[in-house]
């Protein structure tokens, strides 16, 4: 064995520098994730409230239909809720059982019920439809609230509210909501805009997307899960 040859040490490992520098692309690569993952839920949630809502108002409808029994969904802006209600006896409130109910975002992150500014026309129903009318609520679950009450009848059709709490002059009429994210330099104008109209003569309910990169005036399109996620292109 040459004794003049150079031994290696058999404890080889990083150094300081090179540990320093794998922890910092670490970081890096982590910050551009959390970025993007962030960015990425933003643009889903205007659509994860439409779908939730939209699931009510079926269940509203599918109920109302097999149990013929009138139930009422109520978008409650005032205590941030929805809410399906089995009206039970219509002529008594004492009976009303709320099924489910869900939470409403904040209006700074996605906004329930008034149309934005920058959109003026509501999607293309063979009839129009008219945006929801949020009236101070005749029922005891959300007396005074600003409420949109749509009550699915027996029958098959939806009325509104009425001029009392259990219903009196209540009338056949459906109602779009509008469901949009705000712009975050003009906050009453809309990045992503989803709709859910309602027709009072059917109880049918349906779900649209508006997309400006369409070449139409009425750039809202039925919403098949197949459209693309994200804010607006163009104006």
Do not use: C
């Amino acid at each position: 064995m040459d004794k003049n040859r150079p031994q290696i040490s058999g404890e080889s490992g990083f150094s300081v520098m090179e540990l320093l520098m794998v922890l910092a692309i670490i970081l890096v690569l982590s910050s551009l994730s959390l970025f993007y993952l962030t960015a990425h839920q933003a643009l889903y949630k205007p659509d994860e409230q439409a779908l939730l809502i939209t699931d009510l108002f079926q269940e509203a409808r599918q109920k109302s239909l097999t149990q013929r029994e009138t139930h009422r969904l109520e978008i409650n802006r005032t205590r941030k809720t929805v809410r399906l209600i089995d009206e039970n006896t219509p002529a008594t409130v004492d009976d009303d059982a709320v099924i489910r109910e869900i939470n409403l975002l904040e209006d700074t992150v996605v906004t329930v019920g008034v149309k934005p500014g920058n959109i003026d026309v509501n999607p293309p129903e063979p009839l129009p439809v008219p945006d929801a009318n949020f009236l101070p609520s005749n029922y005891p679950t959300s007396i005074g609230d600003s409420v949109a009450t749509f009550r699915f009848m027996a029958n098959g059709t939806v009325t509104n509210g009425g001029n009392t709490a259990t219903g009196t002059g209540a009338v056949v009429t459906g109602g779009t909501v509008h469901i949009w994210s705000p712009n975050k330099n003009v906050q009453t104008d809309a990045d992503i805009a989803r709709s859910i109209t309602v027709i009072g003569s059917s109880g049918s309910v349906r779900l649209w997307e508006y997309d400006r990169s369409l070449t139409t005036t009425n750039k809202w399109k039925d919403s098949r899960r197949s459209g693309t996620y994200g804010g607006f292109t163009g104006n």
